[in-house]
């Protein structure tokens, strides 16, 4: 029997892992995502003065990454006269990031990596970056729709400036494939797709086991979760 991956990841995200990550592995590859990210920020003069006022930017993903940036970019393209400014404030700030992937993203759009918490957690980055700056001014956090905000509010401030949703029709052709028992792998990225996928797969309770490959230890607890202890699940 052929092997059928699913990949659930942006489209051109996707065609990179089967070139790259999964290049070597001996299946048929599917793309469906259930991933879209969308870019709902405004900045203007207001918003780079509040900016100015943060020595700290947490970012909780890399999408928060690049949203930060690739909104900001757009922004200075209209606003030729704030290059000078906008430079001048990210020379000054210091970045903290919530694990090694978001911390990757980072350094891709040319800043350095400021903290970075033990363990890929929201509450240990805020508890361990407290312990290391005490005296600190509360910093600012880059979020999305799907971000737990209560958590960020009770420490500093928080911008939410991307959603995170499901594209349109993806939900119905995942069913399709779900029906015909195929899928034999699974590479899940992030808490939130996983959720969309298992939204779909908890209709199938008698599913043939599907090998997991996971980034990070989050989806891989988020997993664990909804499917329990039997299941084959690979940590990359």
């Known amino acids: 029997m052929t092997r059928l991956f699913l990949l659930t990841r942006e489209p051109k995200k996707n065609i990179v892992d089967m070139k790259t990550r999964f290049k070597d592995y001996p299946a048929r590859f599917v793309s469906i ?15 780079v003065e509040e900016l100015e006022g943060y020595p700290w930017i947490f970012f909780v993903s890399p999408s928060s990454v690049n949203a930060f940036f690739e909104t900001l970019k757009e922004y200075i393209k209209t606003n030729s006269s704030m290059v000078s400014k906008i430079e001048q404030i990210l020379k000054l700030k210091y970045f903290a990031v919530v694990g090694p992937f978001t911390g990757k993203e ?10 970075m918490p033990s363990k890929s ?8 970056w407290v312990k290391a700056y005490p005296n600190e001014i509360e910093p600012l956090w880059i979020i999305g729709n799907k971000g737990n905000i209560k958590n960020y ?11 995170n949703q499901c594209p349109l029709g993806s939900p119905e052709k995942l069913r399709e494939y779900m029906k015909e028992n195929i899928i034999t ?18 209709d199938f309770p008698n599913y ?7 980034l990070g230890n989050t989806t891989y607890r988020a997993i664990k979760r909804d499917l329990g202890k039997y299941v084959n699940i690979k940590v990359l």
Do not use: C, T
């Open 185 to 202: 792998d699974y590479f899940v990225s992030s808490p939130s797709i996983w959720s969309r996928f298992f939204y779909v797969a908890k």
């Open 106 to 115: 980072l350094v891709k759009h040319g800043y350095n990596i400021g903290f």
């Open 121 to 128: 957690y929201g509450k240990n980055l805020i508890d361990e």
């Open 153 to 163: 509010a009770k420490y500093g401030n928080y911008w939410q400036m991307y959603k």
């Open 208 to 214: 043939p086991p599907i090998d997991y490959y996971v």
């Open 33 to 47: 995502p259930l991933i879209e990210i969308v870019y709902d920020f405004q900045w203007s003069f207001e918003k």
